[in-house]
């Protein structure tokens, strides 16, 4: 049956029903809520630069399907190397205590741009020798942009089965392709996904994509998904399909 039960805190000892009531009511919301949802970022987790330290503001992410929070800002510093360094999570093992299951995830930059199992993306970036870190864009393309900016395209955003590309990537794709958008494919996608804040799942993407640019079907990862977007926003604004797509680090360069 359902149930809906609201644990009355009366001036008394506590009982055992109460808290186990508690801890199956914060279990069954999660569960219920991001259960069919794939790991990666599930809400919040902005990234922001703050006198040459970066982090992210609070949010939830999903790995081997448990669901961390982060409450708050968290930050790591970081220097400039001239060569591609990553913002990860990095995930503990289990921590067992008496009153306790506990399990962890760490902020850690790191040299190494291979995501281990035990790790997730936040974003990546080259810095260069008395330049500032840039985690703000001033357009689609901006994103790409080599040195001294994040780049989110290999960030997991969790979505239903499998996960999908940043909202941030997906919002400022929409905000700019609307204005010059004229196929009611271009425009349908565009509303879409303003409505949704960005959030458009990894199938819905690629069918567009496969769909406007004459595809073939077939999977496309997070590096071909974006470098298709920036091909549909360069002909909708009647600019030439960029036909030379290679990868570096898991990173697609134009």
């Known amino acids: 049956m ?6 009355q805190f009366n001036p ?5 029903e109460i808290l186990e009531a508690l801890r199956d009511l914060s279990y069954t919301e999660q569960t219920a809520r991001y259960g069919e949802y794939s790991d990666g970022v599930l809400v919040g987790c902005a990234l922001f630069e703050r006198d040459m330290n970066i982090g992210v503001t609070g949010g939830l992410v999903k790995y081997a399907g448990r669901v961390y929070a982060l409450k708050g800002r968290d930050s790591v510093p970081y220097r400039p190397t001239d060569a591609w360094t990553v913002l990860k999570i990095r995930f503990g093992g289990e921590e067992k205590t008496r009153d306790f299951l506990r399990y962890t995830g760490n902020l850690a ?5 291979n995501v281990l199992p ?6 990546r970036f080259k810095l260069k020798q008395g330049s500032r870190l840039r985690t703000e864009y001033t357009d689609f393309r901006d994103m790409e942009t080599e040195y001294d900016t994040v780049n989110l395209i290999g960030v997991p955003y969790a979505g239903i089965g499998e996960p999908t590309l940043s909202p941030v990537i997906m919002t400022h794709f929409a905000k700019e392709a609307y204005p010059c958008a004229s196929e009611p ?3 349908a996608f565009c509303t879409a996904c303003l409505a949704g804040n960005g959030v458009m799942s990894r199938e819905s993407i690629r069918l567009y994509l496969i769909r406007r640019l004459k595809l073939p079907d077939k999977p496309l990862d997070n590096a071909e998904l974006h470098g298709r977007l920036a091909d549909a926003l360069a002909e909708m604004k009647g600019g030439a399909r960029r036909e030379t797509h290679r990868e570096s680090d898991g990173i697609l360069l134009l």
Do not use: S, W
């Open 2 to 7: 359902f149930e809906y039960k609201i644990p």
């Open 12 to 16: 008394a000892p506590m009982r055992r």
């Open 109 to 113: 930059l790191d040299d190494n741009t």
């Open 118 to 123: 035990n790790e997730m993306e936040l974003g």
């Open 185 to 187: 494919l271009d425009i």
